[in-house]
C-alpha cells in the first residue's frame, strides 16, 4: 500500500496494482454535511491575467485541484499564496470569505477543478458585497508591498 493512503484505506489481499496507481493528493477532517446537501463539480477556466472571480464564499465546504498554469489564492485569515499545477486546495465554505482565485500568469491560462457541497436552496458561490469587506478588513491577513 502506498505510504501516503490515509489509515482507513482498505487492506485488499492480491494485486497491488490498483494500489500503486494511487496518490493521496489531500486529507482533511471530514466537514459538517448539510442534510440534503447537493454536491457539485465545475472546471474553471481562467484566461491569460484574469483577475478571477470577485471576493465570494460558498455555502459548504469547496475542494479544489489545479490542472494547468497558477492560481492566487486567498482565504480570509490566510496569507495569499501561489498555487501550481498538481497543488490542491480546500475552504471550510460558510461564513468564510475566498479572496482570490485569479491567475497568476499573463501568458498561460489557468485551470483548476472545484468539488462543492452545497447546502440546500443555496447558490453554490455568493459575491461578498463591498460594504462588507470593509466591515471585515480586520480579518484579512496582512499583504506584502
Known amino acids: 500500500m502506498p505510504s501516503d493512503a490515509p489509515s482507513n484505506f482498505p487492506q485488499q489481499p492480491g494485486t497491488d496494482t490498483w494500489e500503486k496507481a494511487l496518490t493521496v493528493l489531500q486529507t482533511v477532517s471530514a466537514p459538517r454535511m448539510p442534510k440534503g446537501a447537493e454536491v457539485m463539480t465545475v472546471r474553471i477556466d481562467h484566461p491569460p491575467g484574469s483577475a478571477g472571480t470577485p471576493p465570494h464564499r460558498h455555502s459548504g465546504p469547496a475542494f479544489g485541484y489545479i490542472l494547468e498554469g497558477e492560481m492566487r489564492f486567498e482565504l480570509e485569515g490566510e496569507p495569499e499564496r501561489v498555487l501550481t499545477a498538481g497543488d490542491t486546495f480546500w ?13 497568476n500568469r499573463t501568458d498561460t491560462w489557468c485551470r483548476f477543478l472545484v468539488t462543492m457541497i452545497c ?3 443555496q447558490p453554490m458561490l455568493t459575491l461578498v458585497e463591498p460594504e462588507e469587506l470593509q466591515r471585515r478588513k480586520d480579518r484579512r491577513a496582512s499583504r506584502s508591498a
Open 119 to 121: 447546502a440546500p436552496g
Open 91 to 103: 475552504e471550510p465554505g460558510g461564513d468564510v470569505i475566498h479572496y482570490q482565485d485569479g491567475n
